[in-house]
């Protein structure tokens, strides 16, 4: 879906509501409402991580453009419900209309084009700046790596045009960036980590102190 007058129109009306609410939305909402979005939902990191998966597995049998496609959806849903999803439903009055809210504000819609609000809310609590950070060594900003993305992957949907070698491999490196390295962040900020496939509680601290009990309690069994 194209970013039109009436997106625009909306983000300047949240932008002028985002100081307003900045400070009672850090402190009433949103732990509370991304953890309890974490808790129903512990499943919903399964999708970014599996295309991820078969991206890699795509490349190796040198299927370049399948796998692309692969690492492109899993860095937007890997993103849209694992990263922003939760805050969005932190603003909602219940499940009901967070999906509603989810469906009209940017279901449909590319990375750059979800109101800046979200990543403005984000940035606050993680530090995460998608506009300043870089992935690893990259020379371009995680924002334009997806700009650029995109723009291949609407070529490819719209054009028919078949991916390089070294495309693919840079959609990979972004989508495990995003799986390996900006959800794990985002999941520990709230108290949350990936462990056997889903999302469980506990911070990334919390389980580096539990496994040191864990094998001092098999020892003391064996």
Known sequence: MSYDESDALYE???DSLYEDFK?????????EGVGKFYEISPEVVKAPLQNLSESKIL???????????HAIISIEVGIKLVVLKPILYSLAIDNSAGDV?????FKQKSLENIPKIYYQILEDFTQLNFKTNRSGCAESTIWNEWI?????????????ISVKKADAEKSINMASYVCEEIIPIVLDRFFYHIEN???????????????????KTQSEVE
Not at 59 to 69: D, G, N, P, V
Not at 148 to 160: S, Y
């Open 101 to 105: 809210l989810y469906d009209q504000t």
């Open 197 to 215: 496939g889903v999302i469980q509680f506990g911070s990334r601290e919390h389980i580096l102190n539990r496994e040191p009990a864990l094998r």
């Open 23 to 31: 400070q009672r939305y850090k402190d009433e909402f949103t732990f």
């Open 148 to 160: 650029e993305l995109q723009k291949l992957r609407n070529e490819v949907v719209h054009q028919g």
């Open 59 to 69: 490349f190796e049998s040198q299927f370049h453009t399948a796998a692309f496609l």
């Open 12 to 14: 300047q009306g949240m």
